[in-house]
């Protein structure tokens, strides 16, 4: 019999045709239903559609004196209520990582996309500053460090460099501000991607690493994420102790059991896989070198941090590559007498100077808000206590780590090195906020350990105390972020007014600026002379309001200059008006009364921006 006989002989089946009735497939539906992502998903996904829905109904022009907080729509604060929450159950229903990475990332975008989105100007008087400078690099091919303000960026170029080449190419100069506007969002993403990368190098529990993550990025309101050379170097010196912790450690954290204190210690939390191979080592130290470099060309402090934490972990015996701290100490002391050698000639006096004085450094590092108004106060203490609040849980979380005899020996080092800041200055009186801001994503692990210092210990009112504390740091970190938009946002009426100064201002022209918070750029600091009325001596301050139309007048009218500005913006009379910097209603009045001054000509004015210039006198 022939094949084709076969095959006309067999008998002919319809395919199987499966109807789906209501309940007759439990199979996909059902487990996805039940699995650990199912709720989680869902949390998530409504929190989203409920942030887009509150930025199309958040008003900028509402922002006050809570700053974006007095903005936000009832839906924006549901919509972190229920990520919160989400998130949570996430971690105690052990969802998948894609899971959780998807709700500490939607975070990150609700906190600092925001802005990013809906404002029409980029935010922050110092991103301005900093797209200055890229322009100065752009057209000049080099950065004047003869001034004083620019001897910094002129020694530590790194940063720039790398902008100019990219901006410079790819970019339309008029398309930089709002391509900086998303700063912000790519920095805390890029945080929160290298705080995974280096937490989960410190313990196997993922709950552990994704709430240490999650804690991390809500607790972040320093504001060190937007243009700026920081930004870029604190995502570097996380990814170069991932590196460290990873490829050149020993075990990270060890464990004895608390009854047999002689018994042999094991280690818990080490890196997966085999041990390191001697390629890999090498490997690894010169990516350390690379971006250690990186770092030391673009920050004057990130290096000592990194170089402290380096050495700190190898002295404990974590970092079993004694070489790594040596060869980032000496691309160190390399660049101070090379690319930096201006600066470190010129003003390391001044920086010894601070070297040691812990007092000093830590009270010029406190904030004094005892002049700022009510609202101020309560965004100061929000941030305070939320920095307490982290404090106490790490605290806690060795505690009961120690108690099951276990040392988080890594994450104790990296939270401690940061205090060399405050040991060697008080770097323009932000000390504090660095040393929390490095030692923050340790913090967030150790605290996290608080919940749970093993995997055995987390139950339903574990989860019940970690939505609540976490519900509190969001609650405070709204303040304390989001608390002083009124005058780190600026309109557009404010960049035309700054814009009208700066290209139409002869080179030597004086600027007085009532506070340098508004969109002035650096490019032109040394060609200009500034006066910034806010950091004048308070006797000063105090004189020029009482009789400002005969003070201002005779300023503007110094012909040593050829020509005298005075601007005055929204943002600068909200930051006088919240920090206490004039006295009560300063600025307006300045304003008020050099409108009907016969001795001052206004150049620029609405609502939101005023600029005056000398008048000048013509004959017949």
């Not at 002989?9 to 996805?32: C, D, Y």
């Not at 004047?144 to 790194?158: E, M």
């Not at 609040?389 to 401690?416: N, P």
């Not at 002869?506 to 002035?520: K, V």
């Amino acid at each position: 019999m022939t094949s084709e006989h076969l095959i006309s002989e067999a008998p002919v089946r319809a395919p199987a045709v499966r109807v789906a009735t209501a309940g007759s497939e439990p199979g996909s539906s059902a487990r996805f239903a039940r699995s650990p992502d199912a709720l989680p998903l869902v949390g998530l996904s409504v929190s989203a559609i409920l942030w887009a829905v509150a930025l199309f109904q958040l008003d900028t022009d509402a922002i006050g004196d809570f700053g974006l907080l007095d903005a936000f729509p009832t839906t924006m604060y549901v919509a972190f209520g229920l990520l919160v929450s989400s998130m949570i159950l996430a971690v105690h229903r052990r969802a998948t990582d894609r899971v959780l990475a998807a709700h500490v990332g939607l975070l990150v975008l609700m906190l600092h996309a925001t802005p990013a989105i809906r404002y029409e100007t980029l935010r922050y008087a110092w991103s301005w500053k900093h797209l200055g400078i890229v322009h100065e690099l752009t057209t000049q091919h080099w950065i004047d460090g003869s001034g004083r303000d620019l001897a910094i960026y002129h020694n530590w170029p790194g940063f720039f460099s790398a902008a100019a080449t990219w901006l410079g190419t790819a970019v339309d100069p008029r398309g930089w501000a709002g391509l900086a506007q998303w700063a912000p969002p790519a920095f805390q993403l890029l945080y929160a991607l290298a705080a995974y990368a280096v937490l989960q190098n410190l313990t196997d529990d993922r709950r552990v690493v994704w709430l240490g993550v999650w804690l991390f990025a809500i607790a972040n309101w320093i504001g060190q994420d937007y243009f700026a050379p920081q930004s870029m170097a604190f995502f570097l010196f996380l990814v170069t102790c991932a590196l460290a912790l990873r490829f050149a450690s020993h075990p990270t954290t060890i464990t004895r059991r608390p009854r047999e204190r002689n018994s042999t210690a094991h280690a818990i939390g080490t890196p997966r896989g085999e041990p390191a191979t001697e390629a890999t080592r090498r490997a690894t130290r010169l990516l350390v070198v690379a971006l250690a470099t990186a770092i030391v060309v673009t920050h004057p402090l990130t290096p000592f941090v990194l170089i402290a934490a380096l050495v700190a972990l190898t002295v404990t015996g974590v970092v079993r590559d004694r070489r790594l701290a040596l060869y980032v100490m000496a691309v160190q002391v390399v660049w101070l007498f090379t690319g930096a050698r201006g600066f470190s000639g010129d003003r390391g006096r001044d920086l010894l100077a601070g070297f040691g004085a812990l007092r000093s450094n830590l009270d010029a590092s406190l904030e004094d808000a005892s002049r700022a108004d009510a609202a101020q106060r309560l965004v100061s203490t929000a941030g305070r206590a939320e920095v307490a609040l982290l404090v106490l849980l790490a605290a806690v979380g060795l505690w009961r780590r120690t108690r099951r005899g276990t040392w988080d020996v890594a994450a104790a080092v990296l939270i401690a090195t940061p205090l060399v800041i405050i040991a060697a200055n008080s770097y323009g009186g932000e000390a504090t906020f660095r040393v929390y801001l490095f030692a923050l994503p340790f913090l967030a692990f150790v605290a996290a350990t608080a919940f749970a210092p093993d995997e055995r210990a987390w139950r339903p009112i574990t989860a019940v105390v970690a939505l609540a504390v976490s519900g509190a740091l969001l609650a405070a970190t709204l303040f304390a972020y989001y608390g002083k938009e009124q005058w780190t946002h600026f309109t557009e009426s404010e960049v035309r007014a700054a814009e009208l100064v700066f290209d139409d201002a002869p080179t030597g022209s004086l600027i007085i600026e009532g506070t340098d918070n508004y969109p002035a750029r650096f490019a032109r600091v040394n060609d200009l002379v500034f006066l910034n009325l806010a950091a004048e001596p308070r006797a000063s301050r105090e004189e020029v309001v009482s009789d400002p139309a005969a003070t201002i007048a005779t300023w503007l009218d110094d012909r040593r200059y050829p020509d005298a500005y005075l601007i005055i913006t929204a943002s600068q009379r909200a930051e006088a008006r919240s920090l206490g910097l004039f006295p009560a209603g300063g600025l307006d009045r300045i304003e008020r009364e050099l409108l009907t001054s016969p001795l001052v000509e206004v150049l620029y004015r609405d609502d939101d921006a005023v600029v005056f210039s000398r008048r000048e006198i013509t004959n017949g």
